[in-house]
């Protein structure tokens, strides 16, 4: 046999065993990724003029884009990214995001990706705003402060680019990376959720453009909202139920109607009106979501980092309430032709294991099917 048939062979013979072992071990990392948040599964990217990387946990590999999601035969045709809390529990959240899709059986055309906004590693001190076990910021990372990243405040490293700036530029690398996606689900817990709220209202991404993905949000358990009006709820005596809304003294609390509660004294690196900001919120696609048992002082409500400032305080004692108020103001007020409603979840204090993967979440998370 001439030399160069049996080199041929020998490299299609080696080929054949090779083959099938790659094959494996991408398979084995993409099922690591969509069932825990793994090390491999820590990505990064640089948006666009930042200045800096921003990361996030993804159940598939951006580098190879074209890769079936678990049990779908082709790339995915939907997105939940899932911001985290206080803590930048970007790992918990992003498990309990998996969980979700999971019990769902909808993981085979979803995308999972939960980002992290980096604080620096002498600022997010244990028990603060730190999570172990979740990567500490490293040189050229992007860096927000412990509660400046949660109302879209400018990074404290690179070009200072807002957080609201770098989703967008999460929302079009994803959009870029994974061309058959077609919905992207924008949903937040607690601190994540103060995020989303406010995203919304400042997202360059409206849901219209033509040929982009249609965005969706949902807003869970946060401690404060954002108000398009002066006024604020007006409770029953016992707490339980909204009576109506009234405009409070403004002199008692002069932060009430302040960014990040209300639209006074927005800053200008928003780039968007009072009036845009409502308008945009008003036309968006939002789902809200409550814990059942996040409606008190009692243990598992993470009462003591619920904001207690008489701003937040003027929404209402305890999360579940403060959120039950905002639907209400909402559809009163806000985008009464919208008639959005508060999934309030059973058995759930103020913890996004629990809220995220429940079946009265489900609808809200996964999305319609396309």
Same mark, same amino acid.
């Given at each position: 046999?001439?030399?160069?048939?049996?080199?041929?062979?020998?490299?299609?013979?080696?080929?054949?065993?090779?083959?099938?072992?790659?094959?494996?071990?991408?398979?084995?990392?993409?099922?690591?990724?969509?069932?825990?948040? $793994?090390?491999?599964?820590?990505? !990064?990217?640089? @948006?666009?003029? /930042?200045?800096? &990387?921003? %990361?996030?946990? =993804?159940?598939?590999?951006?580098?190879?884009?074209? $890769?079936?999601?678990?049990?779908? !035969?082709?790339? @995915?045709?939907? /997105?939940?990214? &899932?911001? %985290?809390?206080? =803590?930048?529990?970007?790992?918990?959240?992003?498990? $309990?995001?998996?969980?979700?899709?999971?019990?769902?059986?909808?993981?085979?055309?979803?995308?999972?990706?939960?980002?992290?906004?980096?604080?620096?590693?002498?600022?997010?001190?244990?028990?603060?705003?730190?999570?172990?076990?979740?990567?500490?910021?490293?040189?050229?990372?992007?860096?927000?402060?412990?509660?400046?990243?949660?109302?879209?405040?400018?990074?404290?490293?690179?070009?200072?680019?807002?957080?609201?700036?770098?989703?967008?530029?999460?929302?079009?690398?994803?959009?870029?990376?994974?061309?058959?996606?077609?919905?992207?689900?924008?949903?937040?817990?607690?601190?994540?959720?103060?995020?989303?709220?406010?995203?919304?209202?400042?997202?360059?991404?409206?849901?219209?453009?033509?040929?982009?993905?249609?965005?969706?949000?949902?807003?869970?358990?946060?401690?404060?909202?954002?108000?398009?009006?002066?006024?604020?709820?007006?409770f029953s005596a016992d707490g339980a139920s909204v009576t109506g809304f009234a405009v409070p003294d403004a002199a008692a609390c002069p932060q009430m109607n302040r960014w990040k509660y209300g639209t006074d004294d927005l800053p200008a690196y928003l780039g968007r009106t009072a009036?845009?900001?409502?308008?945009?919120?008003?036309?968006?696609?939002i789902s809200y979501l409550e814990g059942a048992l996040d409606s008190s002082d009692a243990r598992g409500t993470a009462y003591r980092v619920l904001d207690k400032s008489c701003a937040a305080l003027a929404q209402g004692p305890f999360r579940m309430q403060r959120g039950l108020a905002?639907?209400?103001?909402?559809?009163?007020?806000?985008?009464?032709?919208?008639?959005?409603?508060?999934?309030?979840?059973?058995?759930?204090?103020?913890?996004?294991?629990?809220?995220?993967?429940?079946?009265?979440?489900?609808?809200?998370?996964?999305?319609?099917?396309?």
């Amino acid at each position: 046999m001439p030399s160069s048939r049996r080199w041929f062979l020998s490299v299609a013979l080696a080929a054949s065993f090779i083959a099938p072992w790659q094959a494996h071990a991408a398979t084995a990392e993409a099922s690591t990724c969509q069932e825990s948040a $793994a090390a491999e599964c820590f990505r !990064s990217f640089t @948006p666009p003029g /930042a200045g800096g &990387a921003l %990361h996030y946990y =993804s159940s598939l590999d951006p580098d190879a884009p074209d $890769a079936p999601a678990a049990g779908g !035969s082709a790339g @995915p045709t939907r /997105a939940l990214i &899932a911001m %985290h809390g206080h =803590s930048r529990d970007a790992d918990k959240t992003f498990e $309990a995001a998996l969980r979700t899709l999971r019990n769902a059986d909808a993981l085979g055309d979803t995308l999972v990706v939960a980002p992290l906004f980096q604080v620096a590693a002498d600022k997010a001190v244990a028990g603060r705003c730190n999570t172990v076990g979740v990567p500490v910021a490293q040189p050229g990372d992007l860096l927000w402060t412990c509660g400046s990243w949660l109302e879209g405040a400018r990074s404290v490293s690179g070009s200072n680019v807002g957080s609201f700036a770098a989703m967008d530029a999460l929302v079009d690398e994803l959009a870029r990376r994974w061309p058959g996606v077609r919905t992207i689900t924008v949903a937040g817990f607690s601190a994540g959720g103060q995020f989303v709220q406010r995203y919304i209202a400042f997202t360059r991404h409206d849901g219209t453009a033509a040929g982009r993905p249609a965005m969706r949000y949902v807003v869970a358990d946060p401690s404060t909202w954002l108000y398009f009006d002066p006024v604020r709820p007006q409770f029953s005596a016992d707490g339980a139920s909204v009576t109506g809304f009234a405009v409070p003294d403004a002199a008692a609390c002069p932060q009430m109607n302040r960014w990040k509660y209300g639209t006074d004294d927005l800053p200008a690196y928003l780039g968007r009106t009072a009036a845009q900001a409502r308008r945009q919120y008003a036309q968006a696609d939002i789902s809200y979501l409550e814990g059942a048992l996040d409606s008190s002082d009692a243990r598992g409500t993470a009462y003591r980092v619920l904001d207690k400032s008489c701003a937040a305080l003027a929404q209402g004692p305890f999360r579940m309430q403060r959120g039950l108020a905002y639907a209400a103001y909402d559809r009163k007020l806000l985008a009464p032709d919208r008639r959005r409603e508060v999934v309030v979840v059973p058995g759930c204090a103020h913890d996004v294991a629990c809220v995220f993967p429940s079946k009265a979440a489900r609808a809200a998370l996964v999305g319609p099917t396309r």
